[in-house]
């Protein structure tokens, strides 16, 4: 894909990946729409975007409310003239035991992680149809490969994203609609900022700016994923394919180091 001129919404636009991403594309010369839950944050992003020559707009709202996802169907379709580009970005993250996690907090991961992308790709579907090079970014988690104790509910959820977009991303082959699933690691973002985990457990910081990069090539290059981590991630991949028991071990020598770690990590 080309992104100059495309028409990209992006949600969870005011920080993290989200903005970087937004920065990314419009420095390519893409025209952007942000929404996110904070009105304050979105306009701050707008306007460090615009101070840097890019067309940018806001449209506050929470993913999760259909009355939300409507209007940025509408914005979209007023502010850019319709949508090229859907980056399914916003996420919510709680750690910790699953049975000490609220069925609140367990809901709210579903509903932002996985719910909203499908419902809000639905309803842009007929845009990105319009578009005749549509595309559909899905912003995964590296814990929806390989799933991470601790993270049982974002596992769930981020895992059905992932095959969520590869169902859909055959059901529109031939369709002009692609659709990228991203994953990636932890990432310098305040998303992980009550996570304490380190490098030896698993949660060694990636540069948000070096993360989104390799997603901006994933959608140059018409990628189906987007996995970050090298040759170390793609071994451990395959060992949680051909050996699962030897990762559960690995996993049982560090476990009570990582629910120490990890159990504040709340983000939603």
Same mark, same amino acid.
Request: hydrophobic content about 45%; cysteine-free; glycine content about 14%.
């Given at each position: ?6 028409? /990209?919404? /992006? ?41 840097? @020559? ?21 914005? =979209? ?5 319709? &949508?090229?580009?859907?980056? *399914?970005? =916003?996420? #919510?993250?709680?750690? #910790?035991?699953?049975?000490?996690? %609220?069925?609140? $907090?367990?809901? =709210? ?20 149809? =319009? ?6 970014? *899905?912003?995964? +988690?590296?814990?929806?490969?390989? %799933? ?10 981020? #895992? ?47 540069? &948000?700016?070096?993360? &989104?990069? +390799?997603?901006?090539? #994933? ?5 189906? $994923?987007?996995?970050? @981590? %090298? ?30 770690? &990890? ?6």
């Amino acid at each position: 894909m080309i992104v100059a001129g495309k028409r /990209v919404v /992006v949600t969870g636009g005011s920080s993290g990946i989200g903005f970087e991403l937004a920065r990314q594309l419009g420095a390519k010369g893409a025209r952007l729409l942000l929404t996110g839950r904070r009105p304050d944050a979105l306009a701050s992003a707008v306007e460090r975007l615009r101070g840097e @020559g890019v067309e940018a707009h806001s449209l506050p709202g929470d993913v999760t409310d259909a009355a939300a996802r409507a209007a940025l169907v509408d914005g =979209a379709e007023r502010l850019l003239g319709g &949508v090229d580009v859907l980056v *399914n970005n =916003a996420g #919510g993250v709680r750690a #910790g035991r699953l049975e000490d996690t %609220g069925e609140d $907090e367990l809901r =709210a991961m579903i509903e932002v992680d996985l719910l909203a992308p499908i419902l809000l790709t639905r309803a842009l579907l007929p845009a990105l149809r =319009a578009s005749g090079d549509g595309l559909a970014v *899905n912003v995964a +988690s590296g814990i929806a490969q390989m %799933g991470v104790p601790f993270y049982a509910g974002y596992a769930a959820a981020k #895992g059905g994203l992932w095959r969520f977009g590869e169902a859909l991303r055959r059901e529109l082959k031939g369709e002009g609609v692609h659709v990228l699933t991203v994953f990636p690691g932890a990432t310098d973002t305040p998303m992980m900022s009550s996570n304490h985990a380190g490098a030896d457990l698993g949660f060694g910081l990636q540069p &948000v700016a070096d993360v &989104v990069g +390799s997603i901006v090539d #994933g959608i140059e290059s018409d990628a189906f $994923e987007v996995v970050r @981590g %090298g040759e170390a991630r793609a071994a451990t991949l395959d060992l949680n394919r051909t050996d699962p028991a030897a990762v559960d071990a690995r996993f049982l020598d560090m476990k009570p180091r990582l629910e120490a770690a &990890v159990r504040d990590h709340s983000a939603l």
